[in-house]
DNA sequence: TTCTTGTCACCTAGGTGTTAATAT
DNA sequence: ATATTAACACCTAGGTGACAAGAA
């Protein structure tokens, strides 16, 4: 009961092998880890959160002669794995369902002493974002949180994190798809990626759509 | 147990007779209303809102020879009050304290048909903000709303809704005050209300002071 | 070599009062 | 006359990849 958004997207960026940039002040994701739920009692509370967990252990470098990632090596040492709390959370399922859920404030770093409450991961090495719905129990109720909880994982979410791109059609599938790298598109605005693109927004819009929309007439 | 902030502004925006702008989209407030709380319980839940409460019965108009308010008529019909219930709601006693609690989501409009959740006033009229703290009590208690909340008003938060400032003392000190204005500042950078003005940016630093101040050092 | 860091121009997104045009 | 509206230039605030310099 799960629906992860931007599907399309998504698996366009796996088959290349996504990478998601990680620096030392924190950077988001894009895609946007975003997801649509059902199936939850309207009524009762529920917390929401993301965690990453390492693909394997294996360090990776990227071969450019063959435009392919290799393993480098074993991994390297891990931080306390930390955990992102969705910050509407705690919320009603009612609240939940209503509308497509963003981790859009979820930022990721490789500063190993990050103090901002980022996730932490180690450049180079391949994670798998998983997501948890954990049920609030009311008080009164001695219920601890044995399996009171539900996992969701989406293998086409998982990336290789990096603090600069490798592959360069990773580099222009996010310039096309990212409004905020627009500055960087060549060609005449909404080319390439028109169709993934244009999805993108109109769900995106879909979500924020609680003001009148305002029809703008086209001058001659 | 509640501590308005920003107070020495409200003051000088109370002395020239404070004017708050309302258009049809909806316009945030300056100062922003913000406050701060002690005296709750850590662990109880609690929901913070606001409404705006008419001062009068009566219609203003603003006369520019004598540069003052004057009574225009009877007030024109009300519409249904709306409450503006702080987007963090619930929230624990703890939550609310550790923090300056700032309405600066809150909009006022003065479109009698909005739809976006707005505070509907009547222009050229008198209001005066309340703020209320509501105490949630647990599911298995069967006490209702009835003494459970508490009610602040900071008379120096009364306005006048306006679609356009009249007096131009205000416009000058929402240019001054405001970061959002600073466009139309004639003087040298940080001129004239230097002092409150840096004491509201560093009062909302604080707030969100998170991540490791940088302290950049001026180039000679 | 390979990877990381900091700065930058260029965006998105949205909050200001101004101004001219339009209601009333 | 007086009050309202819509478009606008100019800001704040912050998210992009490019790039040059630095580190391992």
Redesign the interface.
Known sequence: NAILEMKPLWDEFHTLGTEMIVTK?GRRMFPTFQVRLCGLDPMAEYMLMMDFVPVDDKRYRYAFHSSSWVVAGKADPVSPPRIHVHPDSPATGSQWMKQVISFDKLKLTNNQMD???HIILNSMHRYQPRFHVVFLP???CQEETDNNFKTFVFTETAFTAVTAYQNHRITQLKIASNPFAKGFRDCDPDDGDVNLVQQQQQQQQQQHQ???PKAKTPRT
Do not use: T
Request: aromatic share 0%; proline share 10%; hydrophobic share 10%.
């Open positions: 002040a103090d901002n409450g009311p008080k009164n609680q003001s009148s």
